[in-house]
């Protein structure tokens, strides 16, 4: 399950102590959870929150005042939604540990104990997903269940399901075969009676090996006979599936209208990709979907590789376009040439590679990888009359019980190609939940290595977005965006590496990059005439010494910029947790004439109350305001209320992820200052916007 920025928590949070419940709220949000939270003062502003958006989860106070304990679990319980309680105490004992459970709240958590919250917030969060993942998951079976028997009425193909050799369901184009008019008459009758005698052993044996749970032949040829016993050459296709919650066969039944030859040629036609030879992806994914149930089932190890030949477009820039199928073959001719004839390979994309080997161990799928990487990396491919050395870089996972599920082993696939193709290429990232830990270390110390690498080395680089005003006279407004420039020239996002270089003390030196670089490029815009302010993000690392206050006057000095074009914008949450320091440091910028910004702003439970102790000059709206804003209107009359108590303060407010014209009408008319998103003009490496 997926948390974080990108999933926030919409939380209740029941408490009389406002300082209390933000204590909370920000303690989550340091440990990486984008809350959303709500406090209700009384039981008339509980009903209205219970009865508006959907929450996740309810944290409230065991002797809280305002609306009671009791008060809120009988209008949970009322209200019939899947809402999981938790209740806050100091302390804990048997006695209340039992109340609480006889009452319907799921756990106790306890006041202080950050991690304990944390951990508590976080299992029954993901408890809650997974029961709403469920419950979703059981009506698209339902649905799809009504689906399919939809479409085995009508399809042309003769269609049965077997349970236990008998016939429990038949479309019109199996009893039309056999010479049937209605199912009444083939139900119950056992798949033998279809089969011509000289078959009937041999086919009793194999629905014996069904029913005992072995695999189904790909396909099974015999001689077939109708109603009337008339004989004709038949092909049966055997899958495993269920009727009406019943295990069974379902049966597909063919007349043999094609010599075999000619069969097996259209079927391997339906099978290959025409430009490789190799298995096509939708064939493959079959091979992949046995493999991860017999993981699941039977705890079998397997290997899944997917391979991306490094510099790509690069490649096809230089051998041409009209070359790009053989460059293809050839990298398919290679990999081929690298494996055991028993392997299974496809391609999966557009200019990726699929393997899969099965009964292969950690150690062994390493060596696999390994052996693919190696025979690129020493070859040379022939593509067209040119001949080229392409590397490749390879994402793999090793599936058994532990991620036994085809989505999360193609998502982690995927995610290991891009992180090898992230770091320079020619590299494999295997992911085995068994030896995730190890896993980790490895990719986390090629990044940290990576990260410093571009520190000393100058492989940052800065990307722009235009503010536009909404009112008054168009000002030259930019915010900078970091990126990491890799050694091939390409672009590496900040959410791939920002997260290791937090956990490993790099921030404050990107942080210095940053800033230095912002100034540097406001002293050449001065230079060249333009009035451009820049907008920068640092973290609240520097705020905890003078040495960024240092580099800033020291690149202000040297580069002859102007201090008050430059906004140094921090996080709410940060400056709330760490307001001393923020004080501090924005009361030592100022002296240069650098203002501060708040970003992520409006997502507390009371964000204005942090203005009253700390002078932020601008205030960017969190993009929770931003999401379905022309249908939300409780996001409309909150954005229209922070814009009014900013421009009350004197503060200027921008709202970011602007992704349409109806939203830009309703930020025009809350009176927000700037707006700024892809639908205005998207970040990039000029400042080239006509405002």
Excluded at 138 to 159: F, K, N, W, Y
Excluded at 181 to 210: C, N, P, R, W, Y
């Amino acid at each position: 399950m997926q948390f974080g920025k990108d999933l926030p928590l919409r939380m209740l949070i029941i408490d009389d102590s406002v300082e209390a419940a933000e204590a909370i709220v920000n303690g989550l949000r340091n440990r990486g959870i984008a809350v959303r939270p709500s406090r209700p003062e009384s039981s008339e502003q509980l009903e209205e929150l219970l009865a508006g958006q959907p929450l996740d989860l309810v944290l409230v106070a065991h002797d809280a005042k305002g609306v009671t304990f009791d008060a809120l679990m009988q209008r949970v319980d009322a209200g019939g939604k899947d809402l999981p309680v938790l209740v806050l105490h100091d302390d804990i004992d048997s006695g209340r540990l039992v109340a609480n459970a006889a009452s319907g709240a799921r756990g106790i958590v306890l006041r202080g104990q950050a991690e304990h919250l944390h951990d508590s917030v976080v299992r029954e969060w993901s408890d809650l997903q997974a029961r709403r993942a469920l419950r979703k998951l059981e009506t698209h079976v339902r649905e799809t269940e009504r689906r399919c028997d939809a479409l085995i009425d009508s399809s042309r193909d003769p269609i049965a399901y077997i349970h236990e050799g008998m016939h429990i369901r038949a479309n019109s184009a199996y009893l039309e075969m056999f010479g049937f008019e209605d199912f009444e008459e083939i139900e119950g009758m056992s798949l033998l009676d279809m089969v011509a005698s000289q078959h009937v052993d041999e086919f009793k044996q194999l629905l014996k090996g069904l029913s005992k749970g072995e695999a189904p032949p790909p396909r099974y040829e015999l001689t077939a006979q109708t109603l009337d016993g008339d004989p004709f050459p038949a092909v049966m296709e055997f899958t495993a599936a269920t009727y009406e919650g019943e295990a069974c066969q379902q049966v597909i039944l063919r007349r043999q209208e094609l010599d075999s030859d000619l069969e097996d040629e259209v079927r391997k036609l339906r099978q290959i990709d025409q430009v490789t030879g190799l298995l096509n992806r939708s064939n493959f994914l079959l091979a992949l979907e046995d493999s991860v149930a017999d993981a699941g089932e039977k705890a079998g190890q397997h290997a899944l590789l997917l391979i991306e030949p490094d510099h790509y477009n690069r490649m096809l820039q230089e051998i041409g376009l009209d070359a790009a199928d053989e460059l293809l073959a050839a990298c398919a001719a290679r990999l081929r040439a690298a494996l055991k004839p028993e392997d299974i390979v496809a391609r999966f994309g557009d200019h990726q590679f699929a393997v899969l080997r099965r009964d292969s161990d950690h150690a062994a799928s390493v060596e696999l990888a390994e052996t693919v990487r190696t025979a690129f990396e020493g070859a040379v491919l022939e593509a067209g009359s040119r001949s080229l050395n392409a590397t490749v870089s390879i994402g793999g996972v090793q599936i058994g019980q532990r991620i036994a599920n085809v989505s999360a082993v193609l998502g982690k696939a995927s995610t290991g190609v891009q992180s090898a193709i992230g770091v320079g290429g020619n590299r494999v990232e295997l992911f085995d939940p068994g030896a995730a830990d190890r896993a980790e270390e490895e990719r986390v110390e090629a990044w940290v290595a990576r990260i410093r690498d571009a520190i000393d080395n100058d492989r940052f680089l800065m990307h722009y977005q235009p503010l536009v005003g909404l009112h008054g006279a168009p000002d030259e407004i930019y915010e900078a965006y970091l990126r990491l420039l890799n050694e091939h020239g390409e672009l590496v996002q900040p959410l791939t590496f920002l997260q290791i270089a937090e956990e490993h003390g790099l921030l404050w030196e990107i942080d210095r990059w940053v800033v230095g670089r912002a100034i540097a490029v406001l002293g050449e815009r001065q230079k060249a005439g333009h009035d451009t302010t820049l907008l920068v993000k640092i973290t609240e690392v520097s705020l905890q010494d003078d040495s960024l206050l240092k580099h800033i006057a020291d690149q202000i000095a040297r580069h002859g910029a102007d201090g008050k074009r430059l906004v140094l914008q921090l996080p709410e949450s940060k400056v709330s947790t760490h307001l001393r320091a923020a004080q501090s440091f924005q009361k030592e910028v100022a002296k240069l004439g650098v203002r501060i910004g708040l970003e992520q702003f409006g997502s507390g439970l009371n964000p204005f109350q942090l203005l009253n102790h700390f002078d932020a000059s601008m205030i960017k709206l969190d993009r929770s305001f931003m999401e379905d804003l022309a249908g939300n209107a409780d996001n409309q009359a909150r954005i229209r209320e922070i814009a009014e108590k900013a421009r009350e303060g004197g503060k200027q407010t921008i709202a970011e992820f602007v992704q349409d014209a109806s939203s830009m009408t309703i930020l025009f008319g809350a009176g927000i200052d700037y707006a700024q998103g892809h639908f205005l003009a998207p970040a990039g490496p000029e400042m080239d916007y006509e405002f």
